[in-house]
């Protein structure tokens, strides 16, 4: 056995972790392109818009149910396994949604497909990591997360003109398209590895009762709650500078997705040199601030952007800080069980965001007052994060070490 904080500098994860990236950027656009087809998926499957929505919902909801299951149900494979498997199962959902003839069908489809998802995303992070030992991991888990950045500022805008071009079920087959090819390349090329050693499924599940483990998850909860509460509403409380151009709300979409890539690639490395703890702080302070400027900036477009650029940077600086701090915390063999608890809790975190915005918008009159709540939730993440003891692994001796990563034959 090899660990990963022992690696050479010059260890081959680049390329792997690239590969990654790929299959998560197909798993990403599947995730977000549903949302700007569901007229076109409404009137082709003989339903209210709001019946349409319900296939993201349901997306989001087996997502966060199913991949701390998964984890723990496939916690003895290879990570080459795993990773073919799930982008096998993610291509049978999106080809049953593109032929499935009524609606009944295409929400079960969306279940399959989350779960192919579910297995996918947490497992590519978990891999990178391993792979790149803990001097790199931080940055090992921003390049797998590109593939998520890119595919909101990219895919999901590029799907949904496809979409609009020839027809929703084409942008299924696309996104199988997609995820395939990604398949056969991770069967041939990742190297073979295990994460840990066999363990019943007690034991995998034990971080659950880990008070730390917890506090991290939480902080996801809370920080994710405050990202997205103004993001699903982002035409709302952008109106005054919109002007019902929805153009505009594309455009600020991709100065989003492009901005948070950046942020994304930079918080990976800032993790590395200063531990993912400050890092996470720093980004919620800053998202706090941003939407409270955001305020002021509601009546321009040029600000509007401005803002939104900086709103990108601050939100996808979380991704990978907080995978790596919950990574840190994992027990030998739990890696993967644990990255997708804190997988399935963004999931949760983008489903109370679209409850709570309704409620908001209801009880308060106005979007941009959603603002200020969000920055709430920003703060409050900063504040657990700060109150919860160092669990990046790197500055605290009592933290387990990293996980060891074992060569393996199938």
Not at 115 to 137: D, K, Q, Y
Request: a positive charge; one cysteine or more.
């Amino acid at each position: 056995m090899t660990d990963p904080a022992d690696a050479s500098p010059a260890a081959p994860w680049g390329p792997a972790a690239m590969l990654l990236a790929l299959g998560t950027f197909a798993v990403g656009t599947d995730a977000f392109v549903i949302a700007g087809l569901l007229p076109d998926i409404a009137g082709s499957l003989h339903v209210d818009v709001a019946a349409a929505g319900q296939l993201v919902s349901v997306f989001a909801l087996a997502y966060a149910v199913l991949s701390p299951v998964l984890a723990a149900l496939t916690g003895t494979w290879s990570r080459r396994t795993v990773l073919v498997t799930a982008l096998l199962v993610f291509g049978v959902g999106n080809v049953v949604t593109a032929v499935a003839p009524g609606y009944g069908l295409v929400l079960a489809s969306r279940v399959i497909a989350a779960a192919g998802a579910a297995m996918f995303t947490p497992n590519a992070g978990a891999t990178a990591a391993a792979l790149a030992g803990e001097r790199h991991r931080g940055r090992a888990i921003a390049i797998v997360t590109v593939g998520l950045t890119a595919s909101l500022a990219l895919g999901a805008p590029l799907g949904t003109a496809l979409g609009e071009a020839i027809g929703w079920r084409a942008t299924m087959w696309v996104v199988t398209a997609l995820a395939v090819p990604v398949a056969a390349v991770i069967a041939l090329r990742l190297p073979e590895i295990r994460l840990g050693t066999a363990a019943g499924l007690h034991r995998r599940l034990s971080p659950l009762t880990d008070r730390r483990v917890a506090g991290v998850l939480a902080c996801t909860l809370l920080a994710f709650v405050g990202v997205y509460l103004p993001y699903t509403y982002i035409s709302s409380v952008f109106a005054p500078a919109v002007g019902g151009h929805g153009g505009r709300v594309s455009l600020l979409l991709l100065v989003f997705g492009v901005a948070g890539t950046a942020g994304n690639l930079m918080a990976g490395h800032l993790a590395d040199r200063y531990g993912p703890r400050k890092v996470v702080i720093t980004a919620t302070l800053g998202l706090a601030a941003v939407f409270l400027a955001m305020l002021e900036a509601r009546g321009s477009f040029a600000a509007a952007l401005v803002s939104v650029a900086f709103c990108g940077v601050a939100s996808w600086s979380l991704t990978a800080p907080q995978q790596q701090r919950i990574i840190a915390l994992a027990p030998a063999g739990s890696e993967s069980l644990v990255v997708s608890l804190n997988a399935a809790v963004l999931y949760l975190a983008v489903s109370l965001s679209s409850v709570l915005g309704a409620i908001g918008l209801k009880a308060l009159g106005s979007a941009g007052h959603l603002l200020p709540v969000g920055a709430a939730f920003a703060v409050s993440a900063a504040g657990l994060a700060w109150t919860s003891g160092r669990a990046d692994g790197r500055t605290a001796p009592a933290e387990p070490p990293a996980a060891p990563v074992s060569s393996a034959s199938e």
